[in-house]
């Protein structure tokens, strides 16, 4: 009985053993290529992202403010002098001989009044003068006779000195009654209402007939006379602006109803008091009304040259930070760091603000800044944002598409397969 062994030549398994070392080389070097490649798309995207975590500002530059800037206030016209006439004497509107709209002068004559108890009452006056200069008369002939006879002995000092007194007393009653006539022709001579000045009537309350009361200005006036030649402008101007506003002081006016039309007016004065409820100061100024196309009355927009300050400066409104402390500018650094700087609104234009304190001028101001902005924040600005793309392939689609749309598509693919963005 025999045993075989078949035993393989040694060439074979030297052979089968260099292929399964040649083969674990190329799984260890494609499973290490693999690795590699991963470690290197992820920090390829971490710094990518981090790159784009960085916000992209633009900036503008603070503009100074203009050595003088306009202030348009409402306002008002007023005549330069008005005057309500009222009756200083009772009776009946006679006749009136100036309507609404009439050119009237100094003392021209506006109406009568017939006033009859007045009428008697003056003659009356005039009766008891007479009367008192009768008595006047005769108490002083008695008492130059009486004071001839006391040189003579004939009467006695004390008679004497009674004709005296009693012509004193008659001359006081005559001076009584003498300023009781000039009194009561004063009063007639109110009966006619004339005009106190070169105006226009703007108002007529009274006719032909009409019961007139005496009053001193509690009662309805009768007439209302205007001097329009030259007008009182008023305007409240803010207490921020007062302390700018001086007399002599040049402005222009407009009126909504004649429209590419502006009137010269100079500033009088003003009241010198901020009022409380308000917060405003009154200012009044004139303007030339000669040719007569402005009313008491109207609105008016008053255009005011103030002087600009010097060191303040204008940025956009969007440009403003508001936070918990006050209000905030951002500027851009010289080393692309975000700096933080309080400031003091002077001016609001709306789309514009002048900062007076917190800004100098030629620091760039982040427009539209980030509500998380913080101080030392690194920024880009936007005229080199284009640059700073990590790789070609964004830089390319940032060329052709809205940049948040690139950076979407760029960021999604390395994170989504990292494989295939290196296969």
């Known amino acids: 009985m025999s045993t075989e062994v078949d035993i393989a030549p040694p060439q074979a398994l030297r052979h089968l053993k260099a292929v399964a070392a040649v083969a674990l080389l190329v799984a260890t070097g494609i499973v290490s290529g693999g690795l590699f490649s991963r470690v290197h798309a992820h920090q ?18 603070p ?7 306009p202030l348009v206030l409402p306002g008002h016209l007023a005549a330069y002098i008005n005057a309500p006439i009222y009756a200083r004497v009772s009776g009946y509107l006679h006749a009136w001989y100036a309507d609404i ?7 021209q004559l506006l109406a ?33 006779r009486w004071t001839e006879m006391l040189k003579q002995d004939s009467v ?17 009653t005559m001076e009584a009654n003498e300023a009781n006539v000039r009194r009561l022709e004063a009063l007639e001579s109110f009966k006619r209402l004339t005009a106190p000045f070169d105006g226009v009537v703007t108002a007529r309350k009274t006719d032909v007939g009409a019961l007139i009361d005496a009053g001193s200005g509690s009662g309805p006036e009768l007439f209302t006379v205007s001097d329009a030649s030259q007008l009182r ?35 009088v004065d003003t009241d010198q008091s901020i009022s409380q409820a308000s917060g405003t100061m009154l200012v009044q100024l004139a303007v030339d009304n000669k040719a007569g196309l402005l009313f ?27 936070r918990s402390h006050g209000m905030q500018v951002a500027v851009a650094g010289p080393d692309h760091r975000v700096q933080l700087h309080d400031v003091t609104i002077g001016t609001d234009l709306g789309t514009r603000v002048e900062i007076t304190e917190g800004l100098k001028a030629g620091e760039p101001v982040i427009d539209n800044p980030p509500d998380s902005l913080t101080n030392g924040d690194v920024i880009r600005l936007a005229a080199t944002a284009a640059t700073n793309a ?19 598509t760029a960021s999604a693919s390395p994170a989504q397969n990292p494989e295939r963005a290196h296969g």
């Open 44 to 61: 390829e995207l971490t710094s990518w992202t981090d790159a784009q975590a960085v916000p992209t500002v633009v900036t503008v530059m």
């Open 63 to 69: 503009e100074p403010t203009p050595a003088s800037q």
């Open 101 to 107: 709209g009439t050119h009237v002068k100094a003392g």
């Open 112 to 144: 009568v009044i017939d006033t009859p108890d007045l009428d008697q009452q003056l003659q009356q006056a005039r009766a008891d003068l007479q009367n008192s200069i009768a008595n006047e008369k005769l108490a002083a002939t008695t008492a130059k």
């Open 156 to 172: 006695s000092q004390q008679d004497a000195d009674e004709k005296t007194s009693d012509l004193i007393a008659k001359q006081a």
């Open 233 to 267: 402008v008023y305007v409240s101007v803010p207490q921020s602006d007062a302390a700018s506003i001086k007399p002599g002081m040049h402005a222009t006016l407009t009126v909504p109803e004649r429209p590419g039309m502006t009137f010269d007016a100079k500033l």
């Open 296 to 322: 008491p009355g109207e609105y008016t927009e008053v255009h005011l040259d103030m002087p600009g300050d010097a060191h303040a400066l204008f940025v956009p409104a969007s440009a403003l930070i508001f």
């Open 390 to 408: 990590p790789r070609a392939g964004v830089a390319n689609a940032s060329a052709s598409t809205p940049t948040h749309t690139a950076t979407k």
